[in-house]
């Protein structure tokens, strides 16, 4: 079942990218899931006064896929990284939008870590965490795209190491050596 649905996913994103809309329609019930799960193992993290939903969120990922510009997905993983980018880009902006409302309110600060992906603690700065991974891919791009999926993505090593086409020891090295970049930038 499994192998028929990721068939199914390939399949309609490939008319989508083709310019079938309905396409994009007839996806997102076989996706919508796992966006869900990953976009609910991220707001678990966030801060109390975060007013998005999961399901909002899920929404909005959903809204600005169907309004940008025509791509071509590379298959499942493609469209499940560029959704991870797309979840990360929306809760930078609400986060930068609630500092801007708090005029420069501090949010205590969170080691990251392999307990971050489980943690219900809402202590991470994310507009650091943004700022930090930005420099992290000026210097090394797939460790930041390791931790953009595993973080705000949700995604597991294996996942992660099939979006990226590179070997689970591969992610779990990167993901190592970015946390411990990660750490000195925030400290």
Request: charged share 30%; hydrophobic share 40%.
């Amino acid at each position: 079942m499994a192998g028929k649905a990721e068939r199914d996913i390939t399949l309609l994103l490939k008319a989508w990218s083709e310019g079938d809309e309905s396409a994009l329609d007839a996806l997102i019930p076989l996706v919508y899931d796992d966006l869900h799960r990953a976009a609910h193992a991220y707001m678990t993290r966030e801060s109390p006064d975060n007013t998005l939903q999961t399901t909002a969120l899920v929404n909005e990922v959903y809204l600005r896929l169907a309004g940008g510009r025509p791509t071509t997905w590379n298959g499942r993983g493609h469209f499940f990284a560029v959704c991870a980018t797309v979840m990360r880009r929306i809760l930078t902006d609400i986060a930068r939008a609630r500092k801007s409302q708090k005029r420069g309110g501090t949010a205590p600060h969170l080691p990251l870590d392999d307990e971050i992906l489980i943690s219900h603690d809402p202590r991470v700065d994310l507009l650091e965490l943004d700022a930090a991974l930005t420099s992290l891919g000026a210097v090394d791009e797939r460790q930041a795209r390791v931790v953009e999926l595993r973080f705000f993505g949700g995604l597991s090593v294996e996942e992660t190491a099939e979006v990226l086409k590179v070997s689970p020891e591969t992610v779990h090295r990167d993901w190592r050596q970015a946390r411990e970049w990660l750490q000195r930038e925030l400290a």
